[in-house]
């Protein structure tokens, strides 16, 4: 049978989550630091751990079948590739900064400025869509520190807590693009059935992390107004308590408006709500 090849980032800040991911997944493998390559022993998978910068393009070359790499970097290295799936970390924008001290209302501003950055590709499409023409200054580390050093009068970066440019006495101006890990593989490879099985895998993972197990008491009175709240599933299911009049209603309830649902059910008469992390959600 064929073996996949799969491409994450060896170290840094895609490493742990993309790892963590595949064992949900239930792939079991040793993950040693010192280790280039390792192999799943209960699917037919190998893991290559690269630089994030060159998975693009070994996915694009075929060197690896799949990889998880930032949007960011896909785009910069302007490889051919198939998105399969958003993986909903490594979440950060891409920003042109500039000093605190500059009163930029407009992008227009930035034209005959000079603009260091990492992400020459994408900034120069960025200005040119604008029409703005502007210096880029490409700088492999620390952009941060150039307009500072005197090297330019604005930055081009990624930021996601936005603590890097408050040290620095820079302040956002304009968002560039957004991005997030994100799942390739090589264009076409999507309908491979083993290709397929993985990608099912990974959104079971997914959709699990978005949403809660519940379970509830409720006195039957209850019942329809607690039901009512409940999201258009098949769930929820309910049992009857030993004590009579009372019963326990299971259900699933989406991360994102989590705490609004628990206290509204609270008010209809839920009582001893318990809430569970999923595994895996399988359609
Ligand atoms: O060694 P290797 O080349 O593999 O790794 P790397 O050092 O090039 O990349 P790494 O590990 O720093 O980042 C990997 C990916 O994580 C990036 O390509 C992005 O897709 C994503 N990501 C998410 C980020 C950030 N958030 C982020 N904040 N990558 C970098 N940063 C940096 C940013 O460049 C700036 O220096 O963090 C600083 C800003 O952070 P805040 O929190 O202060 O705003
Ligand atoms: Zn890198």
Redesign the pocket.
């Known amino acids: 049978m064929k073996t996949l090849k799969i491409a994450i980032?060896?170290?840094?800040?895609?490493?742990e989550k993309s790892v963590e991911l595949l064992k949900y997944c239930g792939l079991s493998f040793d993950n040693y630091k010192s280790s280039l390559i390792t192999s799943v022993s209960n699917f037919p998978l190998e893991i290559l751990f690269?630089?994030?910068?060159?998975i693009p393009e070994y996915v694009q070359d075929g060197i690896a079948d799949l990889g998880i790499?930032?949007?960011?970097?896909i785009q910069e290295t302007e490889v051919e590739v198939s998105y399969l799936q958003r993986l909903g970390f490594?979440?950060?924008s891409l920003k042109i900064a500039v000093p605190n001290a500059h009163n930029f209302k407009d992008v227009s501003e930035l034209n005959g400025k000079s603009i260091a950055t990492?992400y020459p590709v994408i900034l120069g499409k960025f200005l040119k869509e604008k029409g703005i023409k502007a210096d880029i200054r490409t700088i492999s580390?620390?952009?941060?520190i150039s307009p500072g050093l005197g090297l330019s009068d604005a930055i081009c970066?990624?930021?996601?807590?936005?603590?890097?440019?408050?040290?620095n006495g820079l302040k956002p101006f304009t968002d560039v693009m957004s991005?997030?890990?994100m799942l390739i593989g090589r264009p076409g490879i999507e309908i491979e059935e083993l290709v397929k099985e993985l990608i099912q895998r990974v959104q079971s993972v997914l959709r699990a992390k978005e949403t809660k197990y519940v379970v509830l008491n409720a006195h039957k009175d209850h019942l329809k107004s607690i039901i009512d709240l409940l999201p258009g599933v098949k769930s929820p299911s309910v049992v009857s308590l030993a004590e009579e009049g009372w019963v326990a209603v299971h259900t699933v309830i989406p991360e994102r408006d989590f705490w609004d649902r628990i206290s509204l059910l609270k008010q209809a008469g839920a009582q001893g709500i318990v809430v569970m992390p999923i595994e895996k959600i399988i359609l």
């Open positions: 980032q060896k170290s840094g800040r895609l490493n690269l630089r994030d910068d060159d790499v930032g949007e960011n970097v490594g979440r950060c990492s580390g620390s952009v941060e970066d990624l930021v996601s807590t936005g603590g890097t440019l408050k040290s991005s997030e890990a």
